[in-house]
């Protein structure tokens, strides 16, 4: 089992940034994938960036340039650095974790943009 626990999110000025983190706990030793989804209200979630334990990143296309992924294996964290926020990237935050072929869900943070 693996735990995931996002934190960061919050209420934050159109053009502003918002660094989120997420920690993962319990069995991580092979954890791949991380990464971040996102939900607004009446929407799917959907796919906002992605890492690979060895570093590899992909973006989504609405993201692209004002968004940047990163990891420390050391400390089992994923963080997502997002500049230039716009009231569209309002929405609920999603962490997840690939273990061994399951994937693992944080809670969510709640991310506002709004003036």
């Known amino acids: 089992q693996v735990q995931l626990v996002e934190s960061g999110g919050g209420l934050v000025q159109p053009w502003g940034s918002l660094k989120l983190s997420c920690v993962a706990s319990g069995s991580t030793a092979s954890t791949n994938l991380m990464g971040w989804h996102r939900q607004a209200p009446g929407n799917v979630r959907e796919l906002v960036a992605s890492i690979t334990r060895d570093g590899r990143t992909n973006y989504a296309d609405s993201v692209k340039g004002r968004v940047t992924i990163s990891r420390d294996n050391a400390k089992n964290t994923v963080f997502l650095q997002m500049n230039s926020l716009k009231p569209e990237d309002t929405a609920v935050y999603y962490c997840?974790?690939?273990?061994?072929?399951?994937?693992?869900w944080g809670q969510g943070a709640q991310v506002t943009v709004s003036s």
């Open positions: 997840h974790a690939d273990v061994w072929g399951a994937r693992y």
